[in-house]
């Protein structure tokens, strides 16, 4: 271990595992998920001190489990005698089996976690805030700083989200039959708001936080490994590396915003392109088609193309057509009004725009301004477009994202 980058990258696939260990033998996952943040803390103070223990999962169930005993002995004697048997294990001892238990648990409870934090009951800021503390071992103030809130504020939706839990009376493990493909749903499209934040995050100086993306991807692999044999998994994994392989080329040297169109391709990761492109080629006709697996074919095609002008726009366009037949969306046709004006002109790229224009979930949204102005730009109009790329940049709250649209306006003056 070297330093902290190398302590995180030991301990985050460990954290809902060890949540997992503790939920299972004593329930009650509010106490559980603090007392594994506080066994993380220990184990940052520690490790890098005194070494990694032979068995750091053990070690972290034995340091967790006394900050459960600790808590519980000032409640009731009972608990006291339950969790006994905790405070005598050593603390490199491989994790013992807990009531109930026939031997120390090794089950990877990753996917499991998810379900928890990711319960319908807990509204989707939450889910996002929860997943990244119980799943990814963020702690509270570092999901703060990535969303640019106040730790204050980060700390009561992580309280929410533990509220609505207990108050929904979950059970720990999988969903039954019958919302099982619902609840999974849910899970990935938790990691892709993760993702989608890193990537382009909503507010801040910065265009990425590439920690946030970072961690949906590792969280994506983790279900993907849970789950090799289910579409959407695979979909999602490949979405999300064909499209962070190009985060390099989104930013220029002052760290303004650079459009897809404009990126130097030659500092595109060519081995993420390479699994990616991969794992949708091997997922895709297999089974059902998903929204992710056709998402992750329109990245792979982006990819794929030498540059803007030989990119196969007409497949694409199709591939919107399919995308909007399982999931429509004023984003979806946002999206493909662009692949559209790329095969057809744009004129008939705004049609399809002004097909979305009264849509009250576009409301908040910079983006229908910034792509009818770059639209109306390319079909010659530029006082409209330079009134929506306005338009746009007042309604942004990224900083990179409202300096690009501004320019783009005075271009136009």
């Not at 969303?147 to 207990?166: G, H, Q, Y």
Request: proline content about 6%; hydrophobic content about 45%; some cysteine.
């Amino acid at each position: 271990m070297t330093g902290p980058a190398a302590l995180g990258e030991l301990l985050r696939p460990l954290v809902p595992r060890v949540l997992g260990v503790l939920v299972r033998r004593y329930g009650q996952f509010d106490a559980c998920e603090d007392a594994v943040q506080e066994a993380l803390i220990a184990a940052s103070a520690q490790w890098p001190a005194e070494g990694v223990p032979d068995n750091p999962q053990a070690w972290l169930v034995t340091v967790a489990a006394r900050r459960l005993t600790d808590l519980w002995r000032s409640e009731s004697a009972r608990r006291r005698r339950e969790e006994s048997l905790a405070l005598r294990e050593p603390a490199d001892a491989a994790a013992v089996a807990g009531p109930g238990e026939d031997r120390p648990s090794d089950r990877d409870d990753t996917l499991t976690v998810l379900f928890l934090c990711c319960h319908p009951a807990v509204s989707p800021p939450s889910q996002v805030a929860l997943t990244l503390r119980a799943v990814g071992g963020l702690t509270t103030a570092q999901i703060a700083k990535a969303f640019l809130v106040p730790e204050a504020t980060m700390a009561r939706r992580v309280t929410r989200a533990k509220e609505s839990i207990a108050a929904a009376g979950s059970s720990f493990g999988e969903p039954a039959a019958a919302e099982y493909t619902e609840r999974l749903r849910v899970v990935l499209q938790v990691l892709y708001l993760i993702f989608n934040e890193g990537y382009t995050a909503t507010s801040g100086t910065d265009l990425q936080v590439p920690e946030l993306a970072h961690e949906a991807i590792r969280l994506a692999r983790a279900v993907r490994a849970l789950r090799p044999d289910d579409g959407e998994v695979a979909g999602l994994l490949a979405l999300l590396l064909l499209t962070d392989a190009r985060r390099d080329a989104r930013t220029g040297p002052g760290g303004e915003l650079v459009t897809l169109a404009e990126q130097d391709r030659e500092h595109w990761d060519r081995a993420m392109i390479a699994e990616g492109a991969a794992l949708i080629g091997r997922t895709l006709g297999r089974g059902p088609v998903g929204v992710y697996q056709v998402q992750a074919a329109i990245a792979a095609l982006h990819d794929e193309a030498p540059s803007t002008e030989t990119t196969d726009w007409v497949q694409i366009a199709q591939l919107y057509e399919v995308l909007q037949e399982l999931a429509p969306s004023p984003v979806v046709t946002l999206n493909q009004a662009i692949a559209v004006s790329m095969v057809d002109g744009p004129t008939r790229g705004l049609e399809l725009l002004d097909t979305i224009a009264g849509d009250s979930r576009m409301r908040q949204s910079h983006r229908l301004d910034a792509v009818r102005a770059h639209l109306l730009e390319r079909a010659g109009d530029p006082a409209a477009a330079r009134e929506h790329y306005r338009r746009a940049a007042a309604r942004t709250a990224s900083e990179p994202e409202q300096r690009y649209l501004e320019n783009r306006a005075a271009r136009l003056d």
